[in-house]
């Protein structure tokens, strides 16, 4: 596959080392910066042919097949519609838009013009989610109740997420868009996400959008998702989630704790630790932060999908309820109250109620609870189904 | 100290366990329970010397020093009320009442009376919740912006937990009184409480009360905790709390991963596990859990203080202010907004406002974020005060 | 119960912590230090009403019921000969003594004296060690096939300890005598250790006795024991055990990760990290170390033992064993032999060899191994008695 | 790259997900099986174009350029010699031999013949063994003293391992060989293994061969290896490494603890846990395999080599210098004496000694040790270097 890139930045580059890493068969064929310095340092690391800060040029190439945008939010939408002109294939980093309005205006113009459209949520391609989601998907956890992420670290690297302007919002739109849709894979794709309260505050960063927030997102089953976002953690980046069902439950760990641990005093020779808060004491290293974060099954999905003309399994439409659930918090840190998540265009089912699912334990009685004793007998804990009383029986 | 335990259920022996163990000088003298057989069951184990199924002649006995109430909610007040009337101090476990006016009314009657009067909250008593509070104080997380604390099992052992009358509420009541006195020990209990967020829903169990809930509490400074509670979590007693602070984060995980860790197939003879959902594959014990669930630091403060007259680290009035902010959760659970934290009765700070603390870098600019790069040059996020521009700077 | 301690150090300071802790009955009635002024801080410290630097003196008074020896090792020997000469129950740090033979001369004074005795082994008196162990006795692992303990850490904090004639030996003698009796412990106190291999170097410090070494323990029955000791280690103090048997397997970790995790920049005020060799970054901290060690449960089983009549868990006959145990492994890092050993006194199992335990599938064929397949059917791998040969079946 | 797959079986179809995994550009032209079943529905699950039950068939095939033998022990030379004779670049599954002797009639047969040739030891390749290779490298670690790696799990999936003339041995070839070279490389690979001092029994399977060892490796230089090893380890697969240095420490967990955690009941539908010992209870997954056990950036740097002609970082040397370091391992297990590592071919450093490193503290003295005290004063513990006279100094 030939990739036109544009961005070349921190996600850009993790991006091309995601694309062309292992024995690849795709190449990226042009780059675009809006910096030609940086965009000729990007074509000379990962030896791309062409580089140009001309947007619509490094689209309209012949040998463009597919185009991926990793640029600013703010700059997401004038890249899909020359994509659209040109109709090249697209797939675009996460969040789609700065807000549902124009997240949906560019699943609308990728729709009519029929290209292609992949939304590149990394977080529902790790490979820890893949086998979860599929355990879940296989019934291990029964029904699911809840499901909550958590991603928190100590601010993003370029200067732009801070600028409300570029970036349309603060942790909620950067950080909060993985956990919406983690969260959302988890209870099920189709099922709509109803309404959204938000607690949002700038704590800690001298800047205008908010660095902490905490959201529930209520869903038509009764399910409840959770998100916990912040640029104001200190200690790594803290990447985890946990899902509830009747039957069982997953906690997964994507970054701090997966099994890599290292102390050094520091004064081992010119040891510089990447990324982490510190370089000395204990450390938590991950292996393979490419694969970990998802990159490679994504773009594997993506492209064999491309390749198959099929939808992958993220696309803008994914993007747009993603957007139209963070505009509902975004209201609700606001206005204080629960805010109904606006879904002009909503694809999976409607009108579902929470569903009882009561366990029966007899004709007459319910089953609150059975457990064994200290003393060795089970017990089991009844409601008579008329009377409401609930009392114990031994057994 | 000489004991008169009122109840002899589940968290009864609990205590009964912590209060007489080690090389204790503490005795129980007299033991109250609804039923003649459970009384003389346990003062059989516990080699209690007087059983008595009339609750004020177990408390109104000479050689009784201090009154240790373990009984259901509903039945709390008459038995404080007892204690008042024969002058004798008193320990309660948690919550202190059903509501905040029940446990208003206790706490006036206690100070009325001049009684030495103990909230047994053990959680804010376990070994890692006292050093890391110790932590927090001395400053190591810097300002605290967040604290939260999870509790959540597969639902309580007896049957009256599950009857809405008696028990005052669900998981909410059972759990979050924990689960408020933990966070707000950890942002400062002199830190006035001011409004809830709550979510709650029956999502499994066939009872009238909640058996899910999850909250938000926001305090007088900014800082904000949470509370995630239930009775519908498969896997065991998931006992979890989370600081974060300017400076740095804490994390304690009380039950499920305290470094003993056990396989087995179960078939290595008569094993049976105690506690957990199953006796085979992978399981995690914790050793003393009468130490880790802080029932022996609770005692020893409790009675120390006693000896020494002055107040425990916890009172009635910590009993109120948890009853307090729960009625708060109760009533947001159903009206769906944020609700006022009313507390006629507060003797901690008052009129404090979010400060701002933000992070000079010069005259001119202050600090957003400073970063390594990946190709070694130290970068500065900057925001100009003036025009409120931010930009990258590298040094 | 009224205690003489013996010694004012680190070692006689945690003991005096546990004894005096929590609401204790027991208390120290003499401290005895080599210097006046430890003696008098202790005194002080702990309401000690006698302080002296007169070893006999601290024994022979008519209020001590109980000595306690927390003195360097080359001191134990004339202290418990002063115990039995003034025939006062005693209890000793550990090791018993610098080899067997001092262990064996003390045994038999003791033994002659017909006085108590306890050996202050404290790592198979922690909670996770006692609960550990009442799983393995119950037989949730099966046979023991294997155990291992692991003790390092970056030195002791006293200089006798350094210097091989008071001490006897470095990190076997210092740590190892822990391992020994945790991992005989589970394999069975009765079971006979008949063989050592051992490896010993001194890599980093300036010192003659050994700072790292591993050792393989063999026992009669065929189970293998495994020790890791160091002065050496970087990170804080690793204490960490592991069991496996036919039917099961156990892993503790009794420090570094006990699900208490605190990061700090350490810019958060005048925090000063204890014991941990930073005071930044993530520290893993233990809430109650006394507890959590063993102390609180050993001087429990000591003291109501003593009371009793009884003796307790670990006496100076298992000191012995273990003295002897570190001879045969010291002997073993010289002469690069697997080196038996040597216990005149032995008073378990004698004579027990290494049993089949093989498992038929049917009558002609043994069960290797019995798997699912990718493909979901059920393999086993058999092996014909007569024959010999192993082949799969599917089933 | 085009492929020749000799094998498929368990190892054979890893290899083939790994190698036409994510996008990948390389494809298996022919695959060769024992039985002519086996081959076909291989075949047809890659897509290969070309099956057969004939070795050199498979090997001699024009579109082949490089042949990846994935058989049992005791095929891998003559496959190798089929390679040398038609003159194709040869990598092989681990160990290389069933003994020293064996491996190096194959070195010598490649370096004759002056093909590529690769040893598939995947566990150097894992992402958390490149990046703690890389910290170790850079000096974190400071000097490597001790390294460890255990492998353990309840049995291989196929026959042929259990038959100790296939195999060549049990769970030290099987599994140890993976071990030693996972030790090695961080000691260094150029410094020379010089004896061994290994236990081994089959203490639980009915086979000729163990099934449970534990070995210790010196190195000229002072440095230890260890490794541990078993097929009667309950609980999963137990892949764990750790590395002490003077400066610092690693600890790998490879498998059972990786961040992904799993509780079910079991009862939720037609799930079926995969390759766990249970599918119900605390489950451990691991994200992706492949990825994990590195045999995607194993292959990476095979092809990458190849293609650019020059040397894999393992090579059929390599191969030979694990066989000699197990050889005297199983040499040791029977004479229980330390067994010299014979290595006809080395091509490392030589000659080495344990350098002393002592630090000094100032003229006249080393420093052993320098600690905070509870009392908040800095203490050092020094030692003469005359008089040799250790003792400790407050500053």
Redesign the interface.
């Known amino acids: ?1 030939n990739i036109a890139m544009l961005g070349s930045g921190f996600i850009g ?1 993790f991006y091309a080392d995601s694309l062309q890493g ?5 190449k990226i064929v042009t780059i675009y910066s809006r910096k030609a310095e940086s965009a000729k340092k990007f074509a000379q690391d990962y030896k791309v042919p062409f580089s140009t800060t001309a947007l619509e040029e490094a689209i309209n190439r012949p040998e463009v097949e597919v185009v991926c945008i990793a640029l600013p939010n703010n700059l997401h939408e004038e890249a899909v519609l020359l994509c659209c002109k040109h109709h090249k294939a697209v797939v675009t980093t996460k969040p789609l838009g700065r807000n549902g309005e124009e997240a949906k205006r560019m699943l609308d113009a990728v729709e009519h013009a029929g290209i292609f459209n992949g939304y590149l949520e990394d977080l529902v391609y ?7 989601h599929a ?1 879940v998907r ?5 029904r699911i ?2 499901a909550k992420s958590r991603e ?1 670290h ?2 993003p ?3 732009w997420f ?2 409300i302007e570029q970036a349309g919002g603060g942790c909620i739109l950067d950080l909060g868009c993985h956990c919406v849709e983690i969260t959302r894979s988890y209870i099920g794709k189709d099922i709509k996400p109803v309404e959204v ?1 938000c ?1 949002a ?1 700038t ?6 959008a908010e660095d ?1 927030a ?1 959201a ?1 997102i ?1 869903y038509e089953n ?1 399910a ?1 998702a ?1 998100f916990e976002v ?1 640029w ?5 980046l ?1 990447l985890r989630d946990e899902v ?12 701090l ?18 990324k982490a ?2 370089n ?9 932060e490419l ?2 974060l998802g990159y ?2 994504m ?2 999905d993506m ?2 999908c491309l390749e198959k003309g099929v939808a992958p399994k993220e696309t803008f439409y994914d993007g747009y309820v993603v957007n139209s659930v963070l505009d509902a918090a975004y209201k609700s840190a606001r206005t ?3 805010e109904p998540v606006v879904l002009e265009t909503w694809r999976g089912q409607s009108g579902l109620s ?1 569903d009882q ?3 029966l334990y007899d004709e007459d009685h ?4 059975e ?2 004793t ?1 003393y ?1 007998k089970k ?1 089991l ?1 009844l ?1 008579n189904k008329e009377t ?5 029986r031994e057994v």
Do not use: C
């Open positions: 596959m580059r292992y024995r690849s068969k795709d790790t490979p820890k989610f893949l086998k979860a355990s296989d019934g291990a956890l029964g109740l809840w928190t100590p601010g690297h370029s200067d801070w600028d309260m607690w505050d704590q800690v960063k001298p800047i205008d902490h905490i529930l209520k009764g409840i959770q912040s104001t953690f200190r200690g790594g803290d509830m069902g009747t039957e069982g439950t997953i906690w997964i760990n994507s970054f704790r997966t099994g890599f641990e290292m102390f050094t005093t520091g004064k081992g020779g010119d040891y510089i630790a990447e808060e510190s000395s004491g204990w450390l938590f290293p991950v292996g393979d694969n970990e490679n099954h773009f594997m492209f064999n204080k109250l629960w929470k699912h009561l366990v319910y089953l609150v609870k457990e064994m200290h060795g017990k804990i409601k409401g009383k609930i009392f114990e």
